[in-house]
């Protein structure tokens, strides 16, 4: 009998071994159909509906309006002015390709084509010039891709914003205001002045998800000045 016990022993930890083993690897399986589903309809959005698919597919990067009361850009202090290129984030980890966008069909501005690129209003000021550059960015596709503003709600007053054009001339901006609106309260005419001091603006999305409006229910809105 306890020979039977020794032999019986081993084939059933083998047999719970191979439990456990099935367990996972069918946890795992379900986890990369669930992944390659969501990349799927994402590559699918946007061939059928084309670049802008995946900003009424899922989350726009903000879906802020630019607003004809911005006042027009003033002359003075605009040598440094140019064209972004890369945007960064020390503290966040975030070095990003900078694509220009415009206005939507909806009048909203346009997110960036690529989720971990990040967007600059080319209707608006360049870094550097008086008034605000505004940037925007994906914070994720409302499933499993992360954008490039998942973290920016971490952001503190006090961190460095670079950014840089296609030379490498560089300004650094120090973040002054972190701010979360509800999205229809953004105070436009503030976040797309083209007069006052030179300050970078990042935004994104917060808050929940609204299934209906596809979009969150908040807008996250970084302000920063130049640190020198």
């Known amino acids: 009998m306890p020979k039977r016990l020794l ?25 990369v159909i669930l992944v390659g589903l969501a990349d799927v309809t994402s590559r699918v959005s946007t061939s059928v509906l084309g ?7 899922f989350a726009p990067a903000a879906a802020i309006r630019p607003t004809s009361a911005a ?7 605009t040598t ?6 890369r945007l960064k984030v020390p ?29 600059w209003w080319s209707g608006g000021q360049k ?29 503190h007053k006090g961190d460095y914003v670079t950014v840089s054009d296609a030379d490498g001339h560089t300004l650094v901006y120090e973040v002054q205001e972190v701010t979360l609106y509800d999205t229809d309260q953004a105070p436009l ?9 030179s300050q970078l603006v990042l935004i994104t999305c917060e808050g929940e998800w609204l299934e209906e409006e596809h979009s969150f229910d908040k807008r ?6 130049p640190a020198y």
Do not use: C, W
């Open 127 to 155: 870094p550097g010039a008086p008034g605000n550059a505004v940037f925007d960015g994906h914070v994720n596709n409302a499933l499993t891709k992360s954008g490039v503003f998942e973290h920016l709600s971490q952001v």
């Open 91 to 119: 503290s966040l980890g975030i070095d990003a390709k900078v694509e220009e966008v415009g206005q939507r069909a909806d009048g909203s501005m346009g997110t960036p084509a690529d989720f971990m690129n990040v967007g």
């Open 71 to 77: 006042a027009p850009a003033s002359s003075v202090g």
């Open 189 to 197: 005419a503030a976040i797309f002045t083209k007069t006052g001091p």
């Open 220 to 225: 996250l809105v970084v302000v920063a000045r």
């Open 51 to 57: 670049e802008d698919a995946l900003f009424d597919a």
């Open 80 to 85: 440094a002015a140019f064209v972004p290129a």
């Open 7 to 31: 032999l019986l022993s081993p084939a059933s930890a083998e047999t719970r071994q191979a439990r456990v083993l099935r367990y996972i690897s069918i946890g795992v399986g379900i986890f």
